[in-house]
């Protein structure tokens, strides 16, 4: 990690952090009361905080501690969390980001925002030194439920000066949240020829004297608790505390009188054995819920696990050409060695590659801020609903979904969804719903955006693709054809170009994103019920399992989670290559490409034909090869731009013997069969007519 | 792709293409293969018609023959293969080019090279960068952007 930057590590941090703190005021939005909530969004910000102090980002800090100050009224319980705090915390939010972008930002915007921040909270701007932290005891009064004081025991870690952690910053903190009796534990101070000067053998009893909520005790201990013991109990109010040792002064609560405070010195005069409050030892067992979010994750760069997976595709085909040696020897011992590497080397395989899925969830959770402005910006208030938050994709594909996703969602909602008149009108609810899911189907996965608007009007369609000359007039198309006009460049339908769509770009970038990682799309609309907008998506994964079959003298790889069944092709089927094969597949009809005919392969085919049954979504096609060999992993590698134009393929791999072989895109071949069972039911309407 | 390049000179591994002689930049050269089995590509036309395992990367295979419409006799013992880089639109990008002999690397004076005249000559013009001069025989130096840019933006609604 030490070649990281750690400014970009702070940027990658308080990425995350800002997403945390937007989930929980959205959230909030939606359960005010929920104290919870507000305590998560209130440590978000206090880690930006402090750890933007100590990358640098000083811009970051002061704003953000602003921020703090004022929604630590609500985290108070003195303001409520209503709808215009909310949006004034989004704001703030927004700023955050802009300013760790670029620290030089625009101050007086970062002021409005703050002031507006401000007003949304007390209902009038206060003067910002009101607030400063070690006022927070006078404050802290209005708060029934917080006991009078805390005591606070805990010891650093030995090696904890080493690491950077200073001790004397740390009680310096806790004075900050009100007037503190500091005891140094001088226990397990080692004789004078056993110390170790550069460990810390000191434990702390603090005494704190605030009316201050445990979360603010605890966020003192925030980047420093993990390691540390640390109890924290309520001190109470009549408690006859033993007292302390003459070394100590007792303050009189006196907010703000650093003076008085900042005599104590902890590591000096140390009384060690005048407490014996009842204090737990051992790590704190507190149930903080911040505690949970600390899962065991580990931040690894991208070109890394790439960097990984090659090498395991790599190992793969050397695994397969030692399988293939070892069925040649038949020595058993071989045998055994090979078929222990192959277990290994598919355990391998797939944990690696789950090391790159990540569930689309990560991907929803950005879209509810989208769909929060919109709605507020258009005046249509949207139930916005996902499903299948934990449907696995590929990073590299969900990274390039956010902004085909950005551009059907506004749509929808600019487009789709009509004002909440409108939609009295029809007899809807004035509430438009919004919903956006991720399944997993067979070898793709689906992903939907739904609308109960207006629906897709094909007239308007048709007339604008007319006009810019995409159609010419009166030209007969299917209905999904011609709904997915919109996804041309420069189509727009929208009447009124306004601030979020309507500009004829965006949906043409859909298309060619989607194009791009080899998936369709579908659009599916009712007038007057809605739209929806199916993004079809091949599970593309490094490694996959193929059925490698051959045609002619080339080997094809089929990604044999798309096969359906193999057969063999039934004698006196109908082949007479113009376009009308069909195959009877217990009595239904299953179009088939004959492999031979579209790729063609010299030499003459084999006696027996076999057919593969690939299948994507609803639709079967047949493939009919020459032979099937057998299982194989397949390590796809992109094919070079060069052959970027070629569909039929989705990559290639290598095999056992070194040579390459091209993986069949399945869902081409599949639109490729549909489109001549399409000929062929209008074949047999025209005859029948 | 800069008019500088062309009067530079350069360091160029030379090959054979028919009774043509081609020099390739040979900074970019990555190795030269003797024949390795190519997979067909179905569909994709004669000059990348193919694909072969370079070391574990599947590399596209592209016969230069095929823009400078030349007869295309099978491999013989001469063949080889020449993988370099190719830079496509400012990426970067690897290819094996088929070349029926290949003789040395060689340094081609600026003062030898001289544009590609604009009429007479049996090439596409936009295919040749110009032509060098290397004891008495004239050398072609092919425009290798121009050639696989015009492949690769076959296929424009892909990238």
Request: glycine share 8%; aromatic share 4%.
């Amino acid at each position: 990690m030490s070649d990281l930057d750690p400014a970009e590590v702070f940027r990658q941090e308080a990425g995350d952090l800002i997403e945390t703190l937007e989930e929980a005021l959205l959230d909030l939005e939606k359960r005010p009361d929920d104290r919870e909530l507000v305590g998560l969004a209130f440590r978000a910000l206090h880690t930006l905080k402090g750890s933007g102090a100590m990358f640098g980002f000083v811009a970051v800090s002061e704003f953000i501690h602003e921020f703090e100050t004022a929604f630590d009224r609500v985290r108070k319980g003195e303001a409520a969390a209503d709808r215009r705090l909310i949006a004034a915390a989004l704001d703030a939010r927004d700023h955050v980001a802009r300013l760790i972008d670029d620290p030089d930002v625009d101050p007086a915007r970062g002021a409005a925002i703050l002031a507006a921040l401000k007003v949304a909270v007390n209902g009038e701007a206060p003067a910002v030194e009101a607030s400063r932290p070690g006022a927070a005891a006078g404050v802290g009064g209005a708060v029934s439920s917080a006991p009078s004081g805390w005591h606070v025991r805990f010891r650093l870690p030995a090696d904890a000066l080493t690491l950077g952690t200073n001790p004397l910053l740390l009680l310096d903190e806790l004075r900050e949240l009100g007037p503190c009796e500091v005891v140094a534990d001088i226990d397990d101070v080692p004789p004078l020829d056993r110390i170790e000067p550069q460990y810390c053998h000191l434990a702390w009893d603090v005494t704190l004297k605030a009316e201050v909520p445990q979360e603010a005790v605890d966020d003192v201990f925030l980047f420093v608790r993990d390691d540390m013991e640390l109890t924290i109990e309520p001190l109470a109010v009549d408690a006859k505390r033993p007292g302390p040792s003459e070394g100590l002064q007792t303050h009189p609560a006196a907010p703000g009188k650093r003076s008085d405070v900042a005599q104590d010195s902890p590591l000096g005069e140390a009384s060690p054995a005048s407490l014996d409050l009842p204090i737990a030892e051992g790590p704190a067992a507190r149930s903080s819920p911040a505690k949970v979010e600390r899962n065991a994750t580990l931040r690894v760069p991208a070109e890394r696990l790439d960097e990984l997976m090659d090498r395991v595709g790599e190992l793969v085909i050397a695994q397969a050409r030692l399988s293939q040696l070892a069925d040649a020897i038949h020595d058993p011992s071989l045998v055994n060695v090979a078929e222990e590497i192959e277990r290994l080397t598919a355990s391998l395989r797939d944990t690696t590659m789950g090391t790159r899925m990540v569930p689309i969830g990560s991907l929803f959770g950005r879209f509810r801020r989208l769909v929060h402005d919109l709605s507020e910006e258009l005046g249509k208030p949207i139930n916005f609903v996902t499903a299948g938050e934990d449907t696995e994709l590929d990073k590299t594909v969900i990274e390039q979904l956010a902004d085909p996703l950005v551009h059907l969602i506004r749509n929808s909602v600019d487009h789709g969804l009509e004002s909440p008149e409108r939609r009295a009108e029809a007899d809807k609810t004035a509430t438009g719903t919004l919903r956006l899911s991720a399944s997993h189907r067979g070898a793709e996965v689906a992903i939907t955006v739904s609308d109960d608007g207006a629906g897709l009007n094909g007239e308007r369609i048709r007339r604008r693709a007319e006009e810019a000359g995409l159609l010419s007039p009166g030209q007969s198309i299917s209905d999904g054809e011609l709904h997915r006009m919109i996804f041309q460049p420069g189509f727009s339908t929208a009447a009124q170009v306004t601030s979020l769509s309507g500009r004829g770009v965006g949906m043409d970038v859909v298309k060619r994103t989607i194009d791009g990682l080899r998936g369709s799309i579908d659009v599916d609309t009712w007038p007057g019920k809605g739209t929806t907008v199916t993004l079809h998506l091949p599970l593309t994964l490094a490694i996959i399992d193929g059925l490698l079959v051959r045609v002619g003298a080339d080997r094809y790889t089929i990604p044999l989670a798309a096969v359906e069944e193999c057969l063999e092709l039934p004698d006196g089927t109908d082949t007479d290559g113009r376009g009308r094969s069909f195959l009877n597949l217990r009595g239904d009809l299953v179009p088939f490409l004959k492999l031979r005919t579209l790729f063609d392969a010299e030499g003459e085919p084999d006696p027996f034909q076999k057919v593969v049954v690939v299948a994507s979504d609803t639709t079967r096609v047949g493939l009919v090869v020459d032979e099937i060999i057998g299982n194989n992993q397949t390590v796809i590698k992109q094919l070079s731009r060069l052959h970027s134009g070629v569909k039929t393929f989705s990559g290639a791999t290598i095999l056992g013997d070194g040579t390459v072989a091209l993986i069949l895109d399945v869902m081409n071949l599949v639109t490729f069969g549909q489109r001549i069972e399409e000929r062929r039911r209008a074949e047999t309407l025209g005859r029948a007519a | 792709m800069s008019d500088g390049q062309e009067t530079k000179g350069m360091h160029a591994l030379t090959i054979r293409l028919q009774d043509e002689m081609f020099a390739l930049e040979a900074t970019n050269v990555r190795e030269i293969l003797d024949p390795v089995p190519i997979t067909r590509v179905p569909n994709a036309g004669d000059f990348v018609g193919g694909l072969i395992n370079v070391r574990g990367s599947v590399v596209p295979l592209a016969d230069l023959r095929v823009s400078f419409g030349m007869d295309r006799p099978p491999p013989d013992g001469d063949t080889r293969i020449v993988v370099m880089e190719i830079d496509l639109d400012g990426e970067p990008m690897v290819a094996g080019i088929l070349a029926d002999k290949v003789y040395d690397v060689t340094d081609i004076t600026a003062a030898s090279i001289e544009e590609a005249p604009r009429v007479g000559m049996r090439w596409p013009a936009e295919f040749v960068r110009g032509i060098g001069r290397r004891d008495d025989q004239f050398v072609i130096i092919p425009n290798m952007q121009q050639i696989f840019g015009a492949r690769a933006n076959l296929a424009p609604e892909t990238h």
